[in-house]
Structure formats: structure tokens, C-alpha cells
């Protein structure tokens, strides 16, 4: 049985209308127009800036530096990698494999909602698999990937998954705590010292998501991920080393080149609310690869849908909103206008 989604047959009408435009890759050499038609230019590959943890634990100066380093990245890039994390490789490669195990399953098993009680390897909650753009009216809006979107509240021993549930659990526990430690050390260089992310952003407020990248015989023509910002306070992202991320920088898509020993971090767009701009919630997309798949595993930092963003520093560049009101305008707009509008609609 097939394990790829039918990208072909469910939008076969908007492949028809964009069959003859030209087909050459897309890497270093496709213009992309954003929506404000202006054409950002891919230019090569490059790191992130690479920030090493275990500095953290050295005492002053040492410790600081790595702190305003941490900072610095969220306000000039809106991304930063880290090494020594404290995740290990066991669980990371433990994660990889199981995440692959769990895409190579039948698509039909994958996407039906009612899930066998005997099926224990499957047992999401429904709406957790989702694959491709239903609100696509063209290309460019479609997004060549499937994802398992799990809030952390369905990972638990007593679940079902097995040794997936048992993997997923260990990965989550050690990237919220990295969550707590990195949020508290931006909020402390805004001069806050407070418990807002601990009462906050809980457990079972935030989520993990799964991605998987099938090969894709248009890559010129379609995305992996259409372009995008985060609608939580931090992603923590595990890329295996196929590649494909990319975000903008100074006008220009940076590919972002993998590092093996890194994750990566973005900031959201509460987090840039909350900051009142100061950390910079930066758009980001993956391209497709004709010929190789691509894994990978986030992590969203996320409060309760009540609690209330507001600027901590006057004046405020946002007006106060809930979490849910926002996930609710930029759910309204996807499904009306095809993309996300964002923090623009908060503007006072």
C-alpha cells in the first residue's frame, strides 16, 4: 500500500493550470514573489548563528556572554542553533527512527479518523494528521508534506503507542525544559525576571509536530511548507541532514545548512508581541526535493488559549489579545485569503 499522501489526484486541478510554466530548480536560482510581489533573492547555503549551552554553566562572564548571544541572534536573525542542548543523540536518532516507521505506515491507515482499537501504533487523537493545503487555490499555496500536530496531553505511557509514545515523551520532556530555560533567558535580557512562561506555557498547552517530506517530481513548482511565521513563542526544530529550510534575511531566503549536533530555534509571533518587536518572529518555508525525502520534529511553545499577550514595555506596538483570538483570526484568514496575515492584525 501506498504511504504517500495522493498529492496528484487531490490537486490535480491546480497542477493543470501551472503544468507549462517552467520547471527549473528551485535552489539558488528560482525568484519567488512574496505577497507583497517584491521578488526575494535565494542565495547560498549558510549557518545559523551557533550557540554553545554548556556555557551556561561556567559562572560569570562566560554565562552572560552566552545569554546576550542568545539575544542577540533573536533580535538580528529570529533563529539561532544550539549545541550541547542537553537532549541526547540516543533520543534523537530513537525519535527519527520511530518517526519514520510511523510515515512508512499506509496512508489510508494514517488518514482515517476512526482508528481500530487493535491498531496501537496509530492511535492519534483525530485532526492530528494532516497532509497538503485544503485552502490552496494555487500552487504556491501548497504545501508538499504530511505532519502528525500532537499536543503534548496525548503523550502518555497509557496512550498506546508503544515505543513511539514512550520516544515522543522522552524528546518532549527534555525540549520543554530547554523551552522554559531559553524563554526565561530572553525574557531576562528585556529586564523580566518573571514566572509568566512557567505559568503559562504548560504541558499540555504545547505541541509536538511531526514532518515528513516526500520527494517531489515538481520541486520548482511547489513548496514543502509554504511560507510562514510561527504562531507560538518558540519553536525547537530537530531537521534530519537532507535540508530544504530557509528564511529571510536582510531581504534575501537563506538556505539554512544542517547541523547534526544542533537544533534549532525560531522565535513566534507571541514572542515578538511580547517583546514588543524587540525578538523577531522571522518568515521561514522548506523547499522540496525531487528525489530524496526529508524528517523532522517540532516542538511548539505554546500558552493556554485564554492567557492574554500584551507588550511588556511601553509603548506597545500590539494591542492586548488572548491566544485563542489569535490562532482564530489567522485560522479565519488562511481559509478566506489562502495565507496567514498575522501580527499585522494586532497592530494598535
Not at 49 to 64: A, F, Q, T, V
Not at 69 to 80: D, P
Not at 306 to 326: A, G, L, M, N
Amino acid at each position: 500500500m501506498d504511504a504517500d499522501p495522493p498529492f496528484h489526484e487531490a490537486y490535480k486541478t491546480l497542477f493543470d493550470k501551472t503544468i507549462e510554466r517552467n520547471n527549473q530548480p528551485v535552489r539558488n536560482q528560482l525568484l519567488i514573489d512574496n505577497k507583497d510581489d517584491e521578488q526575494l533573492v535565494i542565495v547560498e547555503e549558510c549557518e545559523l548563528p551557533l550557540i554553545d549551552l554548556s556555557r551556561l554553566n561556567l559562572g560569570e562572564p562566560e554565562s552572560e556572554e552566552c545569554k546576550a548571544e542568545i539575544a542577540r541572534a533573536s533580535k538580528e536573525w529570529g533563529f539561532f542553533q544550539v549545541m550541547k542542548h542537553g537532549i541526547s543523540t540516543e533520543i534523537l536518532e530513537k525519535m527519527r527512527f520511530e518517526q519514520e516507521r510511523l510515515f512508512k505506515q499506509p496512508f489510508h491507515e494514517k488518514s482515517k479518523e476512526d482508528k481500530s482499537k487493535e491498531d496501537k501504533y496509530l492511535r492519534f487523537s483525530p485532526g492530528s494528521y494532516r497532509w497538503g493545503t485544503p485552502s490552496a487555490n494555487n500552487l504556491k499555496q501548497l504545501s508538499w508534506s504530511e505532519a502528525f500536530h500532537i499536543p503534548l496531553i496525548d503523550i502518555t505511557p497509557s496512550g498506546g503507542f508503544d515505543s513511539l509514545g514512550a520516544t515522543m515523551e522522552q524528546f518532549a520532556a527534555t525540549v520543554s525544559s530547554l523551552a522554559q530555560k531559553l524563554a526565561g533567558i530572553l525574557a531576562e535580557k528585556m529586564g523580566h525576571n518573571s514566572t509568566f512562561f512557567q505559568e503559562n506555557c504548560l504541558p499540555n498547552t504545547c505541541y509536538l509536530r511531526m514532518n515528513h517530506y516526500p520527494p517531489c517530481p515538481i520541486a520548482s513548482e511547489v513548496f514543502g511548507l509554504t511560507p510562514h511565521t510561527d504562531s507560538d513563542f518558540l519553536t525547537i526544530l530537530h531537521q534530519d541532514q537532507v535540508g530544504g529550510l530557509q528564511l529571510v534575511k536582510d531581504g534575501r531566503w537563506i538556505s539554512v545548512k544542517p547541523n547534526p549536533e544542533a537544533l534549532i530555534i525560531n522565535i513566534g509571533d507571541l514572542f515578538q508581541a511580547w517583546s514588543n518587536d524587540t525578538y523577531k518572529s522571522v518568515q521561514h518555508r522548506v523547499v522540496t526535493n525531487p528525489l530524496v525525502e526529508r524528517f523532522s520534529t517540532a516542538y511548539f511553545f505554546c500558552p493556554s488559549y485564554d492567557t492574554v499577550i500584551q507588550s511588556c514595555c511601553e509603548p506597545s506596538v500590539y494591542r492586548k489579545f488572548s491566544f485563542r483570538e489569535y490562532r482564530e483570526q489567522v485560522q479565519a484568514d488562511v481559509q478566506k485569503l489562502g495565507s496567514k496575515i498575522g501580527l499585522p492584525r494586532f497592530l494598535v
